[in-house]
């Protein structure tokens, strides 16, 4: 079965769009960066790189320095499907994240975004 044409997109290609869509909801980048790398372990030195080399999806999350272990607590929908039904883990991961983005961009407080109770 064919790989998703996701894997292979440009993390830099899509990080824009994350920001774009926090700052249209009165949110910020600094927010969708804490949010990065709550998730993933990147620091902002280490995301930057990943930016600059234009790593793919598949990439980015395999080469993620620390997984945040909470992560499994991100319930819900995201593009139709629940994302802890997803089976294949580097889609969960990016499902994951777009669901972050999309809590930020609702106005969910940082603290429940990030599962800090």
């Not at 949110?27 to 372990?41: F, M, N, P």
């Not at 991100?74 to 994951?96: A, N, S």
Request: aromatic letters at 8%; charged letters at 35%.
């Amino acid at each position: 079965m064919a790989k998703h044409r996701i894997y292979s997109t440009s993390f830099a290609s899509v990080y824009p769009l994350y920001i774009a869509k926090a700052e249209k909801k009165g949110r910020t980048k600094a927010e969708v960066d804490q949010i990065i790398s709550w998730l993933t372990g990147y620091g902002q030195k280490e995301l930057k790189t990943q930016l600059e080399k234009q790593t793919d999806f598949e990439t980015f999350f395999a080469e993620a320095p620390k997984i945040n272990p909470s992560r499994a607590l991100i319930k819900g929908v995201v593009c139709g499907v629940r994302v802890e039904d997803i089976q294949e883990p580097t889609m969960r991961e990016i499902r994951y994240l777009d669901k972050l983005i999309d809590e930020l961009a609702r106005g969910k407080a940082m603290d429940k975004i990030l599962r800090k109770d």
